[in-house]
C-alpha cells in the first residue's frame, strides 16, 4: 500500500491515521487530493494497540477535563462544547454514510470530512496562546486553505446537473439526503459554538466549518438526484411556492 510522509501534505495530501490521543480513532482507506485517488492503509493492515488500553479514566469524574496542552477546564467550557458539537457532527456524517450503497463517490468524500474534523477538534483544543507553541504547531489547521479550496471545488462539481429551484428546499430527498440535511444543521451549530473561541484558533478553522455546511447542503441535494428520490419544496399556504414564482 501507498505510505504518505508529512512532506506530503505540503503538497496538499491530507492522511488520517489510527491515534489513541486527542485525535481519537481516525481510518480511512481513501484521500483525496486534487483530482487524484490515493488509496492508503486499510484498518487491517495498520498496527494493532494493546488491548490494556482503557476507554475510562476516571480523571473527568469531578466535572473537569483537559485540553491537549494539559490544562484542565469545566466541561462546560466553550473549548468541550465546540468539541462535543464537532463529534456530532462527525457522528451524524457517518450515519448518513451508512444510508449511501457502498459504490457512492460521495461517502469516500465524508470519510476524509470525517478524519478532517478529528483535525478541527484538535486545533479547538489547542488554544493559540497556550504556552506549548511545540504543540500549537502540531496542531495548525489547513494553513495553506487547500482544504476550503478542495470543499469549493467538491461543491462546484456536484452543483451540475443538479434541479434549480427558486423556492426553499425542504430536508427531504431520502434517508441518506435527510441525514446529511441533519448533518448541515449541526454543522452551522458547530460554527456557531466556535465564534467565542475565535481568538483561540486559526482562522483556517473556522473558514473550514462555515463552508463545510455549504457542502453538505449540496451534498444532501446530489445524494437525492443520484438516487433518483424528488426533494420537497416549501408551498406557501396559499397555494404558491414563493414570492418570486407570481
Known sequence: MLSITSSSLRTGLRICQPHITRRGFCISQRVFAEKSKITIKSPDEVKSYPATIKVYTRTGDKGSSALFTGERRSKDDAVFEALGTTDELSSMIGLAIAHMDSSSSLAPRLEVIQCLLQDVGSNVATPI??????????????????????????????????????????????????????????????????????????????????????????????????????????????????????
Open 129 to 246: 496562546g497556550a504556552k506549548s507553541q511545540a504543540k500549537v504547531k502540531r496542531t495548525r489547521f489547513d494553513p495553506d486553505g487547500f482544504h476550503c479550496d478542495n470543499l469549493e471545488a467538491w461543491i462546484d462539481e456536484m452543483s451540475e446537473g443538479l434541479p434549480v429551484h427558486r423556492s426553499f428546499i425542504l430536508p427531504s430527498g431520502g434517508l441518506a439526503a435527510s441525514t446529511l440535511h441533519v448533518a448541515r444543521t449541526i454543522c452551522r451549530r458547530a460554527e456557531r459554538s466556535l465564534v467565542p473561541l475565535m481568538d483561540d484558533i486559526d482562522k483556517e478553522t473556522f473558514m473550514f466549518v462555515n463552508r463545510l455546511s455549504d457542502f453538505l447542503f449540496v451534498a444532501a441535494r446530489w445524494i437525492a438526484m443520484k438516487q433518483g428520490i424528488t426533494e420537497k419544496i416549501y408551498v406557501h399556504p396559499k397555494g404558491r411556492v414563493t414570492e418570486f414564482d407570481k
